[in-house]
């Protein structure tokens, strides 16, 4: 048996593959050569490709008329939603979209945690839900929604490029969730539940938000090795390194570094914010070096995503919906590649309980 299934092969794919020396392939497609150049529309069009009959060559309107057909079902936004946190309440409202297996039901559930998200952290604030404009593209459109105001171009290209940096990413945990669900041919809308479920914990998709509150602890570069040191003597993990399949850098990681540069040199970022996030990554990856030597843990995604989305001014407890926003592309690909091709999933478990006594 395999402790996590660390190394078991469990689905066949074309939609990606998450390569131990630091590859991401993404359809045929380096994430090299897709971050920060090609459209979040267009890499949902990528990964939906042969998994939905009538594809239109351009997904643009018909996200942006999803996002609008959404917004409806905020008048399920009840104050009790409110008390949750906002990834909560993304599932809670998701929840009662209709399953299906359409194109229709998957630009839904694309078009879902965007508008949810930017309507529960404005709800959260006090403030009234903005209504969606289908004319622009899918980053903007969020940004304006959770803002309130229009985005400069730096800003909706670096959420664009999150977007598409954390579309897909092989069998990691909310994908194998998503695809267990589609073998049993529930629906998408219920793949996708489960894909937001398991991507809420903290050593998968809630680790960002963590990333600013120690960041926030540090406080500046001086107290980094002992803010550390501290923390690994608890027994606590750094949040934002390591990974199950990398042994080298995440190509994610440097893929949300360039854009976390450009917003520095746009002035879109706090001055000195990104040199003091490079200083504590420094100071980390030297300490988890040398106390784990025989294990390479790196810096993954996290640790950028949680710089790129302070700048763009999400608030830390919505960062989990925003990577939310981008792996539900991967999630329905996965569903719908599952339901085409594979069966139902249903391993087997090692019984170590008792034997059967006789009853007394
Ligand atoms: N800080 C300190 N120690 C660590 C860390 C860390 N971030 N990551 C792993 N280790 C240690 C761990 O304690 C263990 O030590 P020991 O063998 O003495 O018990 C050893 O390294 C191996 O860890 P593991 O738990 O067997 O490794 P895993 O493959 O199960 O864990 C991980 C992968 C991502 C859950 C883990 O590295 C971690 O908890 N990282 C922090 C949370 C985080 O940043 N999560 C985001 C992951 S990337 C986003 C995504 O794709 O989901």
Redesign the pocket.
Known sequence: MS??L?GVVAAETVLSEVDAAGRLVIRGFSLDDLAGRTAFEDLVHLLFEGFFPDLPADLGPALGAARAQTFIQLQALDTGLLDLSPIEAVRALTARLPDGDDLATALRLIAAPAVFTAAVVRAQAGEAPVRPDPTLCHAADILRMMRGRPASGDEVEALDTYLVT?SD?GL???TFAARVIASTRAGLTSAVLGGIGA?KG??????PGP?IEMLDEIGEPANARAWIEGA?ARG??????????YRSR?P?ADALKGAVRRLNEGASIRPGRLAFAEAVETAALAI?KA??PD?S?QT????YTALLLEAVEFPPAAFTCVFAMGRVAGWIAHSREQVAGGRLIRPQSLYIGPQPRKAA
């Not at 903290?202 to 680790?207: D, E």
């Not at 993954?300 to 640790?303: A, P, R, S, T």
């Open positions: 402790d996590g660390e954390v990413h990691n945990a909310s991507l903290p050593l998968h998709g809630g680790a990333v690994l606590d993990r750094l949040m934002g390194f390591g990974h199950r399949v995440d994610r988890l106390r784990k294990r843990l993954n995604v996290e640790f």
